[in-house]
């Protein structure tokens, strides 16, 4: 199964990915969590990607399909996979179907979880993220055991440079001008579906496996 996240930045995308890649023993595929490991690592691609996010921006598609694609293109996605961040473009989305159509694959569902602005910066400037291994906590909503610390891997967790209040408008911004078209996109294509992601994360994660099967 291949399945889309949609949704603004901050609306749970990456915390029901995990959750879908969990029950599904599919990849949950993140291309900001792959854009701060290489930032992590001092990679090219890193220092170029940095520049962006740290506004707010997209990195440029240039350099996020072909990163994208040859991720897919893994041993591991054979059986299919859970797209976290990408496409956030329509030319994004484009270029995915192309890739997948030379090779006669499909996106079975885009799944917008939907979550009004209002609740945005709170969702985001409460996010505390772990860098070591993706996993992500809300202070108040979704708080992990030990104060600071990882449940997953132990290590010290920290508010994203750009889940800063300053950074989530742009962000939010950028959101509407540029991805938020993609669900237009996806429901001419028949495959969009619609979870209210203001609910609890398990009420959320339970719209979403209705939808999935
Ligand atoms: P995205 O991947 O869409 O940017 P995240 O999954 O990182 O968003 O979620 C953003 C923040 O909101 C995180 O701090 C997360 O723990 C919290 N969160 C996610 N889902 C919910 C929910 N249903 N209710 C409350 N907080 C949530
Ligand atoms: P995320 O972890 O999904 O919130 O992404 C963090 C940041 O990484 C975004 O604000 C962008 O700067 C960049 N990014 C992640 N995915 C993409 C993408 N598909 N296209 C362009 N930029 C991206």
Redesign the pocket.
Known sequence: MKIIMLGA?GAGKGTQAKLIADKYGIPHI????I?RANIKNGTELGMK?KS??DK????PDGL?VSMLLDRVGQPDCKDGYVL??????IP?AEELDRALSERDERIDFAVDVDVPDENIVNRMSGRRACLKCGATYHLEHIPPKNEGLCDSCGSGLVLRD?DKAETVLK?LQVYHDQTQPLIEFYTRKGILKTVDGTQDMKDVFAAITGILG
């Open positions: 930045p993140s291309t900001g969590d854009f990607a962006f996010m707010g921006e997209l990195v996020t976290d961040g990408f496409p956030r473009t994004q750009d962000r």
